[in-house]
Structures are given as structure tokens and as C-alpha cells.
């Protein structure tokens, strides 16, 4: 048993992430537009007819820009809490709204998804955890901390999208205003390259094969920075950025 999974955009430009079996799959988050989608999709090879659901982390715009239109147009069932549907202003714009709960497993198909809470400047925000007869694989992003339950869950990983958004001194000395900084680094923002490695070189599994370090500032942080930040330590994990601009390459999670 196996999933595979990708990125097809990575950024608060848009954020969205595939992960599946050979049969169905589920996106987390859809932040760049439907066309968007199909392209990526298609180019990787993969079926948007085999998307079952769509699970929302947070209200913000990168991460639903695209919902409503993918949602109807393939009639998807979209995930989300009570919360980010009425902050994300969505109830009047979906077909299919399906609520879920922290800690509570949603099964799709052969697809199992947990998600749990996280700390981030939203009304409801959660990470996911989706699960294949015993293959875990975790979407971690827009976290200001590294809690108790993230820990937890990124023991447990053999792949992860794990966000590394900025470079402690190239925010400090960017031209963003103080409020901004403080937003981005004050516990409920974003994780940066130095909480992200910690996570990662204190808590990883001896199994983890892959690690795409995902939504990386455009400002605040340089992808080539982040590679050569993880590549000392990387040992026999996989770890690749993934893009702002364009799909990553489809990872097949084995789990051996």
C-alpha cells in the first residue's frame, strides 16, 4: 500500500496539495483557481476525477480562492468547520458543505484524514493528517508554533508538506512595517527556517522518506537558502521546496 502526493502551488500566492491512492485522493486546501488546478493535475498525470473531497485548513484567500468554482464544477464535497465557513464568507457559494471536527477521523474512501488545531491567526485553523493502511502523511503550514500536537504528529509522518517561511534575519531587516513582522514571527503567523529544521532534525521518523518544505515568503526567505539550510541533515529523507510558481513532482510514499 502507497500514496502519492504533490504540491501544486506552494505560497500566499495560493496554497494547495494533493495526496491519493491509485483510485481516490483528496486536495487540502484550494488557493490558486480551477483552471489553475486542471492544468497542474493534468500535467503531473493525475485525475481530478479521482479527487473525493476537499479539505479546508483556514479561511484566508490563498487558501479558498479557488474552492467555490472547483467545488461546483466537479461537485466535491468540501470539509471545513462551522468557523471558517462563516469568516471565510462561504456558506451562499458552496454545493456541498460537510463539517468536521479536531481529533475526529473523516474516512474517504480507502483515505483516512485528522485533522487537529493549530496556531495561526484564522477563526478555526487546523493541520491534517491523512492516512492509507498505516502511511501517514502530514500537511503542516501556516503554523506560528511548533505545539505539542505538531510534535506529536510529525513524529509519526513518512512524508510531510512542512511550512519554512522566512528567514529570521532577512524579516528583520525587510521593508515589511513592525505590526507585519510581529504578525509573521508572534506565535500565531508562520514557522521559520530555524523552528522548521528543529521540528525536523529533533522529531522526525527513522521512516520519513520525503519532506517538502512549503510556503516559503517571497520576501522573507530564498528557496536555495532553505535547500542548502535541510540538505546537511537531510539523511535519507528526500527534502525538496516546494514552488510559489509551479507543481512539485508527484512523490510515490511507500512507507518501506
Given at each position: 500500500m502507497s500514496l502519492f502526493i504533490a504540491s501544486l502551488n506552494s505560497g500566499?500566492?495560493?496554497?494547495?496539495?494533493?495526496?491519493g491512492s491509485e483510485r481516490e485522493a483528496v486536495l487540502i486546501d484550494a488557493g490558486i483557481s480551477c483552471r489553475?488546478?486542471?492544468k497542474r493535475m493534468s500535467r503531473l498525470g493525475l485525475r481530478l476525477e479521482n479527487v473525493k473531497a476537499i479539505f479546508i485548513s483556514h479561511e484566508h484567500s490563498d487558501h479558498i480562492r479557488g474552492l467555490p468554482v472547483l467545488s461546483r464544477k466537479y461537485r466535491l464535497p468540501v470539509y471545513i468547520t462551522d468557523g471558517t465557513l462563516v469568516h471565510g464568507r462561504l456558506s451562499d457559494q458552496?454545493?456541498?458543505?460537510?463539517?468536521?471536527?479536531?481529533?475526529?477521523?473523516?474516512?474517504?474512501?480507502?483515505?483516512?484524514?485528522?485533522?487537529?488545531?493549530?496556531?495561526?491567526?484564522?477563526a478555526d485553523?487546523?493541520?491534517f493528517m491523512i492516512t492509507r493502511n498505516g502511511i501517514r502523511i502530514g500537511v503542516f503550514t501556516d503554523i506560528g508554533v511548533t505545539c505539542d500536537e505538531l510534535v506529536n504528529h510529525f513524529r509519526q509522518c513518512h512524508a510531510?508538506?512542512?511550512?519554512a517561511n522566512y528567514d529570521e534575519e532577512m524579516l528583520a531587516n525587510s521593508r515589511?512595517?513592525?505590526?507585519?513582522?510581529r504578525r509573521i514571527s508572534g506565535g500565531k503567523g508562520h514557522l521559520s527556517n530555524k523552528q522548521a529544521l528543529e521540528l525536523f532534525?529533533?522529531?522526525?521518523?527513522?521512516?520519513?522518506?520525503?519532506?517538502?518544505?512549503?510556503?516559503?515568503?517571497?520576501?522573507?526567505?530564498c528557496p536555495q537558502l532553505v535547500q542548502d539550510l535541510f540538505a546537511g541533515c537531510a539523511g535519507r529523507t528526500t527534502v525538496t521546496v516546494a514552488s510559489r510558481y509551479q507543481?512539485?513532482?508527484?512523490?510515490h510514499i511507500t512507507g518501506l
Open positions: 500566499s500566492n495560493g496554497n494547495c496539495y494533493y495526496i489553475e488546478t486542471e458552496l454545493l456541498s458543505v460537510q463539517s468536521f471536527r479536531a481529533f475526529e477521523t473523516v474516512t474517504i474512501g480507502e483515505l483516512d484524514v485528522l485533522a487537529f488545531p493549530k496556531a495561526h491567526d484564522a485553523p487546523h493541520s510531510a508538506f512542512l511550512e515589511y512595517p513592525y505590526f507585519l513582522k532534525t529533533t522529531h522526525r521518523a527513522d521512516y520519513m522518506s520525503h519532506l517538502l518544505l512549503s510556503h516559503l515568503s517571497q520576501e522573507n526567505n507543481e512539485s513532482a508527484v512523490y
